[in-house]
């Protein structure tokens, strides 16, 4: 408001001036000689100031241009950054649809999932205590989970369950220090408990100081025990410990499920029947 008051008042000037020279001019045709020195003193006066308004005047009408194209800018500033933060948000959308489409498919591809009726469970809490390991799970015993139950997740096994409510239970996580699992090695057959270490990782106890035991094998579950079913995917031996004399050795291991990542697991809840045990059932 104030560039547009000040421009007014330049103008109006400028204007005065204009006039009083058209006037000099037209006494200077009229009578040269007379107003000759006149003009000259007038115009030696007036062309400073003028030249001054002029300046004035085009300062402030390129800045007054300058506000309104910055005005300009900062609307069309606060548009593009509200069209980012949408585009930003309809990315997270499809990112996370494209993450949970490839859990899906995991899901189909699961091993498991072909022998075993499948319980998805969300886990909905971690229990950080330092020597108990173990997550909950949003299904209980209304939905069929009972202790023992062992659990699984993409990668391989994740635990058993070890206590439920009617809408919940507790899953007892690999890593737990209590938690001890009949393995072997897959290539070599070599047999073994996996240990809990409470500290996200696992630990190969008690086996046979002249087993075939390398770094890099895969351990699966042995099926010993009457918990977990043979097969699972469990963990990969990262080093092997012996001392000389000992009858034992053992091996530090790396548990294919990452515990402090865990999202969805899945429980097994009875082996699928086969074909022949159908048709037995139905009495053919």
């Not at 959308?93 to 998805?120: D, F, G, P, T, W």
């Amino acid at each position: 408001m104030v560039a547009f008051t000040a421009k007014r008042q330049t103008l109006a000037l400028l204007v005065a001036l204009t006039a009083l020279s058209v006037y000099l001019m037209s006494l200077d045709i009229r009578n040269p000689d007379k107003t000759l020195v006149i003009e000259r003193g007038i115009m030696a006066v007036t062309a400073p100031l003028q030249s001054l308004l002029t300046g004035t005047y085009d300062f402030f009408s390129n800045t007054y241009q300058e506000y309104v194209a910055l005005v300009g800018l900062s609307k069309e500033n606060k548009r593009l950054k509200l069209q980012i933060a949408e585009l930003r948000s309809q990315n997270t959308k499809l990112e996370e649809a494209y993450i949970q489409n490839k859990r899906l498919k995991r899901i189909v591809n699961l091993e498991e999932s072909r022998k075993y009726e499948l319980l998805v469970c969300s886990v909905i809490g971690v229990d950080p205590s330092k020597f108990y390991r173990s997550v909950f799970i949003d299904r209980g015993a209304t939905d069929g989970v009972s202790s023992n139950m062992p659990v699984i997740a993409y990668d391989g096994a994740v635990g058993k369950v070890v206590k439920v409510s009617p809408h919940s239970a507790r899953v007892q996580l690999l890593t737990d220090q209590q938690s001890s699992v009949a393995v072997l090695a897959q290539r070599s057959r070599a047999p073994g408990i996996l240990q809990g270490t409470g500290a996200g990782s696992c630990e190969l106890v008690y086996v046979d100081a002249k087993a075939d035991l390398e770094k890099g094998d895969l351990l699966l579950t042995s099926g010993l025990g009457g918990i977990f079913p043979r097969g699972l995917r469990t963990g990969e031996v990262t080093s092997i410990v012996h001392k000389v004399g000992e009858v034992t050795k053992k091996a530090e291991v790396s548990t294919f499920v990452n515990v402090y990542q865990l999202e969805e697991v899945f429980v097994l809840l009875t082996e699928r029947k086969g074909e022949l045990d159908m048709l037995k059932t139905q009495g053919w």
